[in-house]
């Protein structure tokens, strides 16, 4: 059988360490962008021509694939629509796909990454958690498997030390009067008490109301207080705090025994979506979401909008 691999992760995860052990499991070539990179501008830190780099990476993964070969696709590749994207341009070769996440840590990231010489600055780091789609099935996978690899495991990684952490956060912003902890209390408890949810009978159900308590778990990473302007700005604002949040959730989800692989991905997909009612409500689009993620999926976070707006 032919395999596709596709490596997810910020800077610093393990990807290029897992890449090489994969390598050896599926008998699979590997097809890295910062090799491309420093082949065509003699540096992996080139940022010239990013367009010819990964149509240079493409182009080879085709060519593997086409032969039989199975092959490794070494990138961050955080962007849940270029996923889709490429997924649909192999889907021809009749591959059997794989997604590895590597995960780790924003603190143990950059640690690894100061330790090597091609340092990737530190801002780089924190946008692309900010834009971090956490994959899902409906992305077209026939398998997603996320792998850990914290080096120092410690108590504030844990989701309890985290909720601990927020009771008394000041969200500093017109738009809430609670603090960051008692909203996402309240947010838990306005889904549960909608009387729309079935903890006793549906796994979905369950893990609907664990993404409430954690859907604003980010903010203070992107915390801000520029407006999108770049001028200052007297309320906090937080842009890109629902993929912060699921990037945090999924880091620290590493600690929760009862959580499946499946329930991680699925608190994620809600934590990460849970902007979007917002405007949907406001300008539409939502048979485009549906399409995507499927009518029960959206019911859900609909849900989830409507506790939300409640805790304000």
């Known amino acids: 059988m032919t395999h596709f691999i596709m490596l997810?992760?910020?800077?610093?995860?393990?990807?290029?360490?897992?890449?090489?052990?994969?390598?050896?499991?599926?008998?699979?070539?590997i097809h890295a962008s910062d090799v491309i990179r420093n082949e065509l501008h003699g540096s992996e830190t080139a940022q010239d021509n990013h367009t010819l780099v990964f149509e240079t990476l493409h182009k080879r993964v085709k060519e593997d694939l086409a032969k039989g070969q199975s092959t490794i696709y070494?990138?961050?590749?955080?962007?849940?629509?270029?996923?889709?994207?490429?997924?649909?341009?192999?889907?021809?070769?009749?591959?059997?796909t794989i997604c590895y996440v590597t995960i780790r840590s924003y603190e143990g990231c950059i640690a690894v990454n100061d330790e090597r010489e091609r340092v990737v600055p530190h801002h780089s780091i924190k946008n692309m958690i900010k834009s971090f789609w956490v994959p899902q099935y409906y992305e077209g996978w026939n398998e997603i498997k996320l792998v850990y690899n914290e080096m120092a495991?410690?108590?504030?990684?844990?989701?309890?030390?985290?909720?601990?952490?927020?009771?008394?956060?000041?969200?500093?912003?017109?738009?809430?009067?609670?603090?960051?902890?008692?909203?996402?209390?309240?947010?838990?408890?306005?889904?549960?008490?909608?009387?729309?949810?079935?903890l006793a009978s549906s796994a979905e159900d369950k893990c609907l109301h664990i993404a409430a308590l954690y859907h604003d778990i980010g903010k203070p990473f992107v915390k801000t207080f520029t407006n999108k302007k770049g001028e200052p700005s007297k309320d906090a604002h937080y842009y890109g705090h629902a993929n912060a949040s699921a990037y945090e959730f999924l880091v620290k989800a590493n600690g929760e025994t009862l959580l499946s692989q499946k329930s991680i991905l699925a608190i994620c997909n809600y934590i990460q979506w849970h902007m979007l009612p917002y405007n949907i409500l406001r300008n539409g689009?939502?048979?485009?979401?549906?399409?995507?993620?499927?009518?029960?999926?959206?019911?859900?976070?609909m849900l989830l909008n409507e506790a939300d707006r409640k805790a304000h």
């Open 8 to 29: 997810v992760g910020i800077p610093g995860s393990g990807k290029s360490t897992l890449a090489k052990s994969l390598s050896r499991q599926y008998n699979a070539t």
């Open 74 to 96: 070494d990138a961050t590749n955080i962007s849940y629509k270029r996923r889709m994207a490429f997924l649909q341009e192999i889907k021809k070769y009749n591959a059997y």
């Open 153 to 198: 495991p410690s108590s504030h990684l844990t989701l309890e030390a985290t909720l601990n952490s927020l009771k008394h956060y000041n969200q500093k912003t017109r738009w809430h009067s609670l603090t960051l902890g008692h909203h996402l209390t309240k947010t838990q408890t306005m889904l549960y008490s909608s009387g729309r949810i079935n």
């Open 285 to 301: 689009g939502g048979d485009n979401f549906i399409n995507l993620v499927g009518k029960e999926t959206y019911k859900r976070l």
